[in-house]
């Protein structure tokens, strides 16, 4: 694993939205960026973590920010990725390699999903952040390295410690300053100015139409940030451009634009194209009900035959077939 440095990065630059809950972020980034106490970001997969402890640690910038992947250090990989190791301390260490630590030393460590580390090596990281101070494996002499340190996970770590899957002791030496990211669900404000951030990012001249969009904030986003940017690639990568349409919209988007459009549906009154179909009318012909749901779904999409014939469940050939039969 090689160390990860950031370079030249603007503090809040990278913090996208304008929401009160993204202001009052830029305000801890900002104060949390001036101090060297640890910081332990908290929030859901996907919401920016890494992002956000990268600001904090571009408000001074000072040194390199080494990234620690918590989750990736298993087996014996663990404290030679992070305390390095001396020549002939195994089966292939045929020169002496600095590990994670002397990387991050006058800067930055960044434990991303401490959570996940087993006890024993939460207990060895404890001592490390105690006394500034490590061996390499197969060492013989203390090496020092001086770093700051900002954690982030997924998990709850207050309940972890209750069931003793993390160290209380570890957990107070990291908390001591502590910022909770919000989902994007709970932020959908910002949704717009991120779909932006990130046409610029991967586009080629993109533009978004207002269906799009409205759709795209209408979807709770389950995966947070790094879902809506996956989204806005494949978008992208899906359509030559300028213009981003209904048809380009990833299929969970679609399939929740369906769901919405079917409980408008039930809701409205008879002047629904569904409302009313069996009480009022008696028994309707099944091919009545299927052009009254083609007639709904075009309507629905605008015109947009792609995204109907997806929202009804046929292929587009199909549909194109229906429109001809029923003389829509």
Not at 63 to 71: L, N, Q
Not at 257 to 264: P, V
Request: proline residues 5%.
């Amino acid at each position: 694993m090689k160390p990860q440095i950031a370079l030249d990065v603007s503090p809040l630059s990278s913090l996208v939205g304008n929401s009160p809950l993204m202001r009052q972020v830029h305000k801890l980034v900002t104060r949390m960026g001036r101090t060297r106490f640890p910081v332990l970001v908290l929030g859901e997969t996907g919401t920016g973590k890494e992002v956000v402890a990268r600001a904090i640690h571009s408000t001074e910038a000072r040194g390199p920010f080494v990234v620690v992947d918590c989750s990736s250090l298993v087996g014996p990989l663990m404290e030679s990725e992070l305390f390095g190791y001396a020549k002939g301390a195994f089966t292939g260490a045929h020169n002496q390699k600095l590990g994670l630590l002397d990387a991050a030393n006058g800067g930055t460590a960044f434990f991303d999903e401490v959570g996940e580390l087993p006890l024993e090596m939460q207990q060895k990281l404890l001592r490390v952040l105690q006394e500034k101070e490590f061996r390499a494996v197969g060492g013989l002499a203390q090496r020092s390295s001086n770093f700051r340190v900002i954690a982030a996970t997924n998990r709850d770590l207050a309940k972890e410690v209750e069931a003793g899957r993390f160290r209380q002791d570890l957990y107070y030496r990291l908390n001591v300053m502590r910022l909770r990211l919000a989902p994007l669900r709970e932020r959908k404000e910002d949704i717009p100015a991120l779909v932006l951030h990130f046409l610029n990012r991967h586009g080629n001249g993109h533009q978004i139409s207002t269906e799009v969009m409205d759709s795209l904030c209408a979807y709770d986003w389950p995966g947070n940030i790094r879902e809506l940017e996956h989204a806005v690639q494949q978008m992208v990568a899906m359509n030559s451009g300028p213009w981003i349409t209904p048809a380009d919209l990833p299929s969970p988007v679609v399939n929740r634009s369906f769901e919405r459009s079917l409980k408008a549906a039930h809701q409205a009154t008879a002047a629904s194209p569904f409302g009313g179909l069996f009480e009022s009318q008696g028994i309707i012909p099944l091919a009545e009900v299927e052009k009254r749901a083609i007639v709904h779904a075009i309507d629905y999409t605008k015109g947009d035959r792609t995204v109907a014939a997806a929202m009804l469940g046929i292929g587009r050939t199909t549909l194109y077939r229906k429109l001809k039969e029923y003389g829509l």
